[in-house]
Nanobody, 126 residues
């Protein structure tokens, strides 16, 4: 089993930045592919970013490319999502996810991830 705990959400004005963190425990973190998803009210869960076991490969959803950066620190069992140039449409609950079933290619479907955090709210005001 893997436990994931997100932190760093909050309220920010459009154009601002936030940094989300996800702390993992319970399994060798370096064997987990990690992903970030988000879900806005009334919408389906959406892939935001993913990173492979070693951290050398990343993938982003089209709506966040060039604005968000995902990284991981295997020594600290953490994955981070740096969000810049935030827009009101980025408002959602953000979830950290993990999978031991793949490393590459990075998957974008939520059903391919086995473990989920509780989510953290990000609200971007206009």
């Amino acid at each position: 089993q893997v436990q994931l705990v997100e932190s760093g959400g909050g309220l920010v004005q459009a154009g601002g930045s936030l940094r989300l963190s996800c702390a993992a425990s319970g399994r060798a973190f370096s064997n987990l592919a990690m992903g970030w998803f988000r879900q806005a009210p009334g919408k389906e869960r959406e892939f935001v970013a993913g990173i492979n076991w070693g951290g050398g490969t990343t993938r982003y959803g089209d709506s966040v490319k060039g604005r968000f950066t995902v990284s991981r620190d295997n020594a600290k069992n953490t994955v981070t999502l740096q969000m810049n140039s935030l827009k009101p449409e980025d408002t959602a609950v953000y979830y950290c996810a993990a999978s031991s079933r793949f490393s590459l290619p990075i998957r974008v479907n939520s059903y391919e991830y086995d473990y989920w955090g509780q989510g953290t709210q990000v609200t971007v005001s206009s």
